[in-house]
């Protein structure tokens, strides 16, 4: 750590430049931003497409993953800088062995907004579950051990007392397959994804996330432990960039402040990269109804964070040693629910 | 030249240059070789120059598996997979030997059926998994039905190249003795093809034990692929290399199984 490597040193150079506050007077530095094809990762989006990014001196490529769990892998092995998505178990693992560190907040339940939805399966649905206070024993789709959806499912059974059995398929698509065809009972997911899948029939919407966890921190802003413990230029220029982003989705999608002209180029914006192969009509109606508050200025809730860490430790899913300090590095955004 | 003429005179003894290049066993040098690499990951990982996130400690792998093995949890791991790689092995192997041995008797069923096992060989069975939940459900049938196709295809070829790789001699020996048609099969071509379908054997089961992995990649809590899994996606690097260790020595005990069974039955060839 301490030996002065190149990376190291364009960060001495960056902070230097960014202490200047002129950052986009310095060569523009390339950043490659992890991100999913969902309308949670609309900050990132909005930021390359505006400028935003180029403003705050970063020359930024996205690349796209299918899960929160690789974009975590690719982070520790530097082939991605930032990326945003949900804290899971692989997640804290790699914190916990010094690769990466959460520095922000994104995509948070807030009472009020439509928010995650519970659904179950057609066959499940009239056997009975129409409520989340019935799915104990029932089989509750997730795409690994440790991810979100396993947390999200464990807390709202055990709201009620009650304990799925959990089914892991590896991928979203593949979960909507299983929960399609009833393979599974049950599953929680994002709205954009939710609605059309129950307006399909095949699917039901039986309850919130939000009920059962509000102020739900479902996905963190986080960087290499490397760039968050040594190179501040580069991370608060890209937090700046993103939080613009995030600022005009907030305003446009879910405040609904900015008009609906604003409105409508947020959703070109988020229509090349979420549901691209669909029509715009149609996709925008998903984009629109799946609008879900992300933290103004990356802010992060300590207490959501902290609710995740103590359940993926109390289920034996990372090593008990691990502390909020451990993966958190709270000195770039405000704090939250502390 | 001169050397050659001196030589001639003194009658040189000549000394003798056969041998080599032939395999001798040295017992010690596989196990040397693995502790050796065990050891440098061991000094690696605990000096420093290998970080964690590269690779985990072995003595914390070997730590992990005994607390599998304590918790119990190694057995609730182990039952289903081996269920699964014996009911999965024993209907695509067994009907991978029916289905080849009956391509080596019959011309017809040869050509009809080769080229159908040719198209089915390459078809990366783990693509079709998706398929297989929907026809077979997504608890144990599409487990099963997964490895028995992905050995199924393997087993038929080499158990129809090993019944026509029969000595033809003493098939026609049998003919001139007189032996039925059903005496030749029984006792000439199925001890003559053995050989054969045993080495496929060792492919095949080798090849279900790499897609136990990918059949518990849906829907399975319990077993030794969905375990890997579960540690991959928490990034446990000592979980994932104690599952690999377990799959690993699952390898060596079916190897040494049909070992075995080569022994018992291969006793004829003297």
Known sequence: ?338 | MADTAAGMAAAVEVPFRGGGFAPRPKRWVGPATFLALIALAEWGTWAGWISPLTLPRPSAVVETLIALARSGLMFDHLLPSLTRLAVGAALGVGAGIAVGVLIGLFSHLRAALVPLVAALFPIPKIALLPLFVIWFGIDEGSKYALIAFGTFTPTVVATFGAVDNVDRSLIRMGQSFGLSWWSIVRKIVLPGAMPGILSGLRISLAIAIILLVAAEMLGARYGIGAYILEAGALYDLERLFAGVVILSLLGVLTSAAIGALERRLLGWRG
Do not use: C
């Open chain 1, 1 to 338: 750590m301490s030996s002065l490597t190149r990376r190291g040193t364009l960060g001495l150079i960056g902070a230097a430049a960014a202490g200047l506050a002129a950052p986009a007077l310095a060569a523009r530095r390339r950043v490659v931003v992890g991100a999913m094809n969902l309308t949670s990762h609309a900050g990132s989006f909005i930021a390359l497409e505006r400028g935003y990014f180029a403003d705050a001196g970063l020359d930024a490529e996205l690349k796209f993953f299918q899960a929160a769990q690789p974009m975590a892998v690719a982070i520790a092995s530097r082939d991605a800088d930032f990326g945003v998505t949900a804290i899971s178990g692989g997640l804290l693992s790699l914190a916990q062995k010094g690769a990466v560190k959460v520095i922000g907040g994104a995509l948070s339940e807030e009472k009020g907004i439509d928010g995650q939805k519970i659904l179950a399966s057609d066959a499940a649905f009239k056997a009975g579950l129409t409520s989340p206070a019935g799915l104990d024993g029932k089989r509750f789709g997730i795409t690994t051990a440790g991810s979100s959806f396993h947390y999200m499912g464990a807390r709202i059974a055990a709201a009620h007392g009650g304990r799925p059995e959990f089914v892991p398929l590896q991928k979203v698509g593949a979960v909507i397959g299983a929960l399609k065809s009833g393979q599974i009972d049950a599953w929680s997911i994002v709205p954009h994804i939710a609605k059309p899948l129950a307006a399909s029939g095949a699917v039901h919407i039986i309850g919130n996330v939000a009920d059962y966890l509000p102020g739900y921190q479902v996905t963190t802003v986080f960087t290499s432990a490397a760039n968050a413990g040594g190179d501040r230029g580069l991370v608060e220029a890209f937090l700046q960039a993103f939080s613009r982003g995030v600022a005009d989705y907030n305003a446009a999608m879910v405040d609904r402040s900015a008009g609906e002209a604003a409105m409508q180029a947020v959703v070109d914006i988020i229509h090349k990269y979420v549901y691209a192969d669909q029509p715009r009509e149609k996709a925008a109606v998903s984009i629109i109804n799946g609008s879900m508050r992300l933290n103004e200025g990356a802010a992060i809730n300590l207490a959501s964070v902290r609710d995740q860490l103590e359940w993926f430790q109390s289920e034996g899913l990372v090593d008990a040693g691990i502390t909020l300090e451990t993966f958190l590095d709270t000195s770039y955004v405000k704090v939250i629910g502390a």
